[in-house]
Each structure stands twice: as C-alpha cells, then as structure tokens.
C-alpha cells in the first residue's frame, strides 16, 4: 500500500496474512505509523463502495477508462498457494491504489478505511505472530511487493454446548468442537472457523483450552464510562437492567461475552454491549445495520447442559459486589470533594488581610486559693470566702 499523507493520502505500508484477516502497517505524513486489522470482506466491501462512488474510473460506462484496480471476491482458501497468490494480490491492489489521482487515493472514503478503529487497539498480542517484515512503497518504485510477513497464529476455542444458528452468517457447533477465532468483537459475536466452515458464534459459547478465566477481562472500573443506549431492552434475567433507547448509564465492567455490567444512578445489572454507544461517539452505518439484523448473543448463565474441560469454573463477581463497591466508590468521591473543599477553604483563612483577623485577649490568672487568701488578705476579704 503506501503511506498515508496528509489526513487523506495513503503511501506506503505493510501487510500479513491470517485466513481471512490481514494487518496494515499505515505510515501516515507526520511519520506516525498505526496498525490496523481488517477482514478480506472488508476490505472487498470497500472495494466495491470505491468503485460506484467513480463509476467512471471503474470502467462501469466504458471499460477503456478504468484505472481502479481489479479485487476477486472474497472465497474460502486454505492452501498455502492459495495464501501466497492472495498476499501478492492485495500488495498489488494496495500499490496501485495509493498511486491513483488525489480525487480517489486522498478521499475521505480511503482515508477513513485506514484510520485506527477500536478493534484495533486490542490486536493479537506479539507472543502469536511472527515479526512483521516491513516493506515501503516509494511512490518511484516499480517492483512488485510480494515480501509480505507471515501467517497470524489463531487462538484455538472450545465449544461448551451445542449451539443451533439462527441465521446464514452465524455457524451451529456441537460440544467439544475446536474453532479457530479470526475476530472478538465486543458487542459478544466473533468470527470463527470450524474446517472449511465460517460464520458467528456467540462467545459465551466457547472457552479458551488453557483456562476457564479470559485474559482479556479486565477488572471492574467503579469509576464508569459515560454511554448511551441506542436500542432498548426489556430485561429477562434478575440481574438484567431494562433500560429505553436515549438513557444515559454508565459501563462498570465490560465482558468479552457482550454483556456488559452497568450503573443507572444506584442501580447495577447486565446490558447487552451492542445496544451501547460510547457518549460522544457518532452512530455508524455498520452499528446501526447489526442493530436490525442481529440480536443480542446468549449470556453463559443461560446455557444448558454446559460441558467444561475446566475444573474451576468462570470467574464471576455477583451484582451485590458490584452494588456495594460501586456505592463505595462513589461516596469515597464525594468524602474527597468535600476534603478538598475544607481545606480550600483553610487556606481563605490563613490568607485573610490583618486587619480582619481578632485581636488578642489578656491572659486571666488564676483564682487564688482559700489558704492563700487567709494567710495573705485582710479580715474583711476573709469574711467575703468564709
């Protein structure tokens, strides 16, 4: 590919391979260099969406003028050929790319492509993949780039249960079955495969073979998150908040099964993570298509005949603890607001101008005792104590 000048142009990069997902290596004008991971069918996606915004330079009225270069459509391929020809085919669509007139390469459709999304920010640790081989695209340069890094090692899942999909892009398991992750998304679905089968499978589903606690879970944040909910939800479970579409909550505890734990003024329960949107954060086109295509994936709590290889079983922190130590963290907050406003105002005090501060008073002295007025006094002083 290439780097990415200014906001909008895209120079040189690097990429590897993993079945179905490829890293980019964006090198951006300022010399600032970002990862980003994305799926073949995205990438096919946008490729598709680039053609018909130029339909002109995509040959669609006259084959003679197009210069946008040609992506084959997305297929399942598992040999290592297959792999390597994919590899050459996107380093080449990549190069061409990034060297087509400003009007495409610096569009904000490319630009916005590459930009770091979330996703990103939680990519496979460096212990699973090989080291990347970099290699830069000068705008010069005629060589073809097929150097490209190796393949990303997949993380390995248990199926716990049998799961019956309810549509074509999810994929049915049976217990014990062994599937390769491709992509966690947070709102609970990932992308896995099952031999020459793909598709979604919820990840309350699946258990890592190393142990039953997932690494990735982080621990509970009292202090929240600011969201907003975008679909309502009636609760089902007892510990399940109903909550309408436009309520502000806050997110305490975000789960990789996409139930997340949340905080409504005092009240803590679970809410399904694809129904949320970070406040602030504007909604997007592919959010708002899985809202109406997809529901929430099933929680671990309500699966049947859950079949583990693990003898201590999930981690799980009741909604009582959740209650209780975010109660506490809210009023350890105020006790510190309020410490904070004491001492301000101390320090008013200490600063006030003299002549507002009180005079000094005299000393009293003692009262003298009964001895030594009858030693030391007149008569008539004694008979004033007698």
Same mark, same amino acid.
């Given at each position: 590919?290439?780097?990415?000048?200014?906001?909008?142009?895209?120079?040189?990069?690097?990429?590897?391979?993993?079945?179905?997902?490829?890293?980019?290596?964006?090198?951006?004008?300022?010399?600032?260099?970002?990862?980003?991971?994305?799926?073949?069918?995205?990438?096919?996606?946008?490729?598709?969406?680039?053609?018909?915004?130029?339909?002109?330079?995509?040959?669609?009225?006259?084959?003679?003028?197009?210069?946008?270069?040609?992506?084959?459509?997305?297929?399942?391929?598992?040999?290592?050929?297959?792999?390597?020809?994919?590899?050459?085919?996107?380093?080449?669509?990549?190069?061409?790319?990034?060297?087509?007139?400003?009007?495409?390469?610096?569009?904000?459709?490319?630009?916005?492509?590459?930009?770091?999304?979330?996703?990103?920010?939680?990519?496979?640790?460096?212990?699973?993949?090989?080291?990347?081989?970099?290699?830069?695209?000068?705008?010069?340069?005629?060589?073809?780039?097929?150097?490209?890094?190796?393949?990303?090692?997949?993380?390995?899942?248990?199926?716990?249960?049998?799961?019956?999909?309810?549509?074509?892009?999810?994929?049915?398991?049976?217990?014990?079955?062994?599937?390769?992750?491709?992509?966690?998304?947070? /709102?609970? $679905?990932?992308?896995?495969?099952?031999?020459?089968?793909?598709?979604? @499978?919820?990840?309350?589903?699946? +258990? *890592?073979? &190393?142990?039953?606690?997932?690494?990735?879970?982080?621990?509970?944040?009292?202090?929240?998150?600011?969201?907003?909910?975008?679909?309502?939800?009636?609760?089902?479970?007892?510990?399940?908040?109903?909550?309408?579409?436009?309520?502000?909550?806050?997110?305490?505890?975000?789960?990789?099964?996409?139930?997340?734990?949340?905080?409504?003024?005092?009240?803590?329960?679970?809410?399904?993570?694809?129904?949320?949107?970070?406040?602030?954060?504007?909604?997007?086109?592919?959010?708002?298509?899985?809202?109406?295509?997809?529901?929430?994936?099933?929680?671990?709590?309500?699966?049947?005949?859950?079949?583990?290889?693990?003898?201590?079983?999930?981690?799980?922190?009741?909604?009582?603890?959740?209650?209780?130590?975010?109660?506490?963290?809210?009023? /350890?907050? $105020?006790?510190?607001?309020?410490?904070?406003?004491?001492?301000?105002? @101390?320090?008013?005090?200490?600063? +006030? *101008?003299? &002549?507002?501060?009180?005079?000094?008073?005299?000393?009293?002295?003692?009262?003298?005792?009964?001895?030594?007025?009858?030693?030391?006094?007149?008569?008539?002083?004694?008979?004033?104590?007698?």
């Amino acid at each position: 590919m290439g780097t990415i000048g200014s906001p909008t142009c895209l120079q040189n990069c690097s990429l590897c391979f993993a079945p179905q997902v490829y890293m980019f290596l964006v090198k951006w004008n300022d010399l600032s260099e970002k990862v980003v991971y994305r799926r073949f069918t995205e990438i096919y996606e946008f490729h598709k969406a680039l053609k018909e915004m130029f339909p002109i330079e995509s040959g669609d009225i006259n084959i003679e003028n197009r210069i946008i270069p040609h992506l084959p459509a997305p297929k399942w391929f598992d040999g290592q050929r297959s792999t390597e020809n994919r590899q050459g085919t996107l380093a080449e669509y990549c190069y061409t790319l990034v060297n087509l007139p400003h009007k495409i390469s610096r569009c904000l459709h490319v630009v916005n492509f590459f930009k770091v999304r979330h996703d990103d920010m939680n990519p496979v640790t460096d212990s699973q993949i090989k080291k990347p081989e970099v290699f830069l695209l000068t705008k010069d340069s005629k060589k073809n780039p097929t150097d490209i890094t190796g393949p990303i090692v997949l993380q390995t899942y248990r199926a716990i249960a049998d799961y019956e999909k309810s549509s074509t892009s999810e994929m049915a398991l049976k217990a014990g079955d062994m599937v390769d992750v491709v992509e966690k998304s947070e /709102n609970g $679905w990932w992308f896995c495969q099952l031999k020459n089968k793909r598709g979604w @499978v919820p990840a309350a589903y699946l +258990e *890592p073979m &190393d142990g039953p606690d997932e690494s990735e879970e982080q621990e509970p944040n009292y202090a929240g998150e600011a969201y907003v909910v975008q679909k309502s939800y009636t609760a089902v479970e007892e510990d399940e908040l109903t909550l309408k579409e436009g309520d502000i909550i806050e997110v305490i505890h975000k789960l990789l099964d996409g139930w997340w734990v949340i905080r409504k003024d005092e009240t803590t329960g679970y809410y399904p993570s694809m129904y949320l949107q970070k406040a602030g954060e504007v909604n997007s086109s592919v959010k708002s298509a899985l809202l109406r295509n997809r529901g929430a994936p099933p929680r671990r709590s309500t699966i049947r005949n859950v079949k583990s290889i693990h003898k201590q079983g999930r981690k799980q922190i009741s909604q009582e603890t959740y209650r209780r130590n975010s109660k506490k963290y809210t009023q /350890n907050q $105020w006790k510190m607001r309020g410490n904070s406003q004491n001492k301000a105002d @101390v320090i008013i005090e200490k600063n +006030e *101008p003299e &002549d507002n501060k009180p005079k000094a008073q005299p000393a009293v002295p003692p009262r003298p005792s009964k001895e030594l007025i009858l030693n030391r006094c007149t008569e008539s002083t004694w008979r004033k104590i007698l």
